[in-house]
């Protein structure tokens, strides 16, 4: 099916900037929440998650304002141990339950309080990961929340042991903390392998900040969400629709589809890069020509058999800005 027009990311509107994945002194961070909420504002940023590791904390009544929101949640984890003494883990999952919008607060049998914490699901030896995955996503569901699945080339977990998982709505593709700590923190093969296999899976940048001093962990992923106002029903209302992208560095202004072509509005960046779904040699890359400013601007012609489009544009430095994925049966 051949894809029609469509503009991703339209012009106009608010735009919204936040971090989905944070830690402060509630788990292992060094920033009391109080600090992390003010070094964020003081970066440009509009929301946070403090995504404490299985610990549900909602600062949004200390927190939010006209200029600033709280996304309550926590970084529910499962771990595979070699063995009942638990000195060594072989895997995990962390997934971040992020209460969700009004609706699914509304309709939830009970909610997380503040400070409740979710014990992790242990497994020894060996495990059906993505069944483990799938029941702590509902695990989380049941309790009101979205579901996320974070850095799974860091948690060592295999393809078969989470990507066909139910229950989370998007994958974290970048984690500027595990870049920095050990070169784990891109997982857009991942990303594209589910895609390729037809599941319909967002992506987001993110921090996983600590502040411990042991190198940068801080500011260097974030989403930008398109949303009619800055509150967190709202803002988590675009994140389950896609209305956002995902940056380490540079402005994804719009993208769309035009009459068999892909367009891309972009900050000055080294390439831009259509990513695509469907025969060998689908998608494409444009790169700046040597001596000029960059690009801000790119087209690419759609060979027909695509399954589905994503745009990612990098700039000199490598960092990088990520549309969600858009798919030829949608209009």
């Given at each position: 099916m051949p894809f029609s027009d469509q503009v991703f990311l339209a012009p106009g509107g608010s735009r919204y900037k936040g971090n989905l994945h944070s830690h402060t002194t509630n788990s292992d961070g060094r920033l009391t929440p109080a600090e992390?909420?003010?070094?964020?504002?003081?970066?440009?940023?509009?929301?946070?998650?403090l995504s404490e590791h299985d610990l549900y904390t909602d600062y949004s009544d200390a927190f939010d304002d006209e200029g600033f929101v709280i996304l309550p949640g926590l970084e529910a984890s499962a771990y595979l141990y070699a063995d009942e003494s638990e000195s060594v883990r072989l895997r995990c999952h962390h997934m971040h339950g992020i209460l969700g919008t009004d609706e699914m607060v509304g309709a939830a049998p009970r909610l997380f309080s503040h400070m409740e914490r979710l014990e992790p699901i242990r497994c020894h030896g060996s495990w059906d990961g993505e069944a483990v995955a799938g029941e702590l996503a509902r695990r989380l569901a049941e309790r009101g929340c979205v579901v996320t699945y974070n850095h799974p080339i860091w948690s060592r977990v295999e393809p078969d042991e989470f990507c066909?998982?139910?229950?989370?709505?998007?994958?974290?593709?970048?984690?500027?903390?595990?870049?920095?700590?050990?070169g784990t923190g891109y997982d857009v093969t991942y990303w594209d392998l589910m895609l390729r296999r037809g599941r319909r899976v967002l992506g987001f940048a993110s921090d996983d900040n600590h502040n411990e001093g042991l190198f940068d962990d801080a500011f260097g992923g974030w989403v930008i969400v398109r949303a009619p106002e800055l509150s967190r029903d709202a803002i988590v209302r675009a994140l389950l629709a896609g209305d956002y992208y995902s940056s380490s560095g540079p402005?994804?202004?719009?993208?769309?589809?035009?009459?068999?072509?892909?367009?891309?509005?972009?900050?000055?960046?080294?390439?831009?890069?259509?990513?695509?779904?469907?025969p060998v040699n689908a998608g494409g890359t444009v790169i700046a020509q040597a001596g000029t400013e960059g690009l801000t601007h790119a087209e690419f012609e759609l060979r027909?058999?695509?399954?589905?489009?994503r745009v990612e544009c990098v700039d000199a430095r490598g960092r990088t800005a990520w549309s969600n994925p858009a798919f030829a049966d949608e209009a």
């Open positions: 992390s909420v003010a070094a964020f504002r003081a970066h440009g940023y509009d929301f946070l998650c066909g998982a139910e229950g989370y709505f998007a994958l974290e593709i970048f984690n500027y903390d595990t870049v920095n700590e050990s402005e994804l202004l719009s993208w769309g589809v035009e009459a068999g072509r892909v367009w891309v509005e972009c900050s000055p960046c080294e390439r831009v890069n259509l990513v695509a779904g469907g027909g058999g695509e399954t589905y489009l």
